[in-house]
């Protein structure tokens, strides 16, 4: 099913993707939202200087033409290296 076409172009014509957002729970980034490109079932992201792993939970959510962005549930499994009380 394709979006509504005011959310596949830009003003020039351009044509876009519908966008879909990573909603992520526990661990240090807990409450962030961040965009995501593909729906991979595990999540590494960038924290301080390290990576902490996020895995997917449940489906998408708001899959609908008018919902607004696509989200998918994301929890906290590890991080690659210790956090301290400094990377907070």
């Known amino acids: 099913m394709n979006p509504p076409a005011s959310h596949r172009y830009r003003h020039d014509g351009a044509t876009l993707k519908h966008m879909a957002l990573a909603r992520l729970h526990g661990g240090p980034l ?29 489906g998408p959510q708001n899959t609908g033409p008018d919902d607004g962005p696509t989200e998918i549930d ?14 907070d």
């Not at 807990?30 to 200087?49: C, N, R």
């Not at 994301?74 to 990377?87: G, I, K, N, P, V």
């Open 30 to 58: 807990d409450g962030q939202i961040i965009p995501l490109g593909d729906a991979d079932d595990k999540l590494i992201v960038p924290y301080s200087e390290t990576q902490v792993v996020y895995n997917r939970r449940g």
């Open 74 to 87: 994301y929890w906290f499994e590890e991080s690659l290296e210790d956090l301290t009380l400094d990377d």
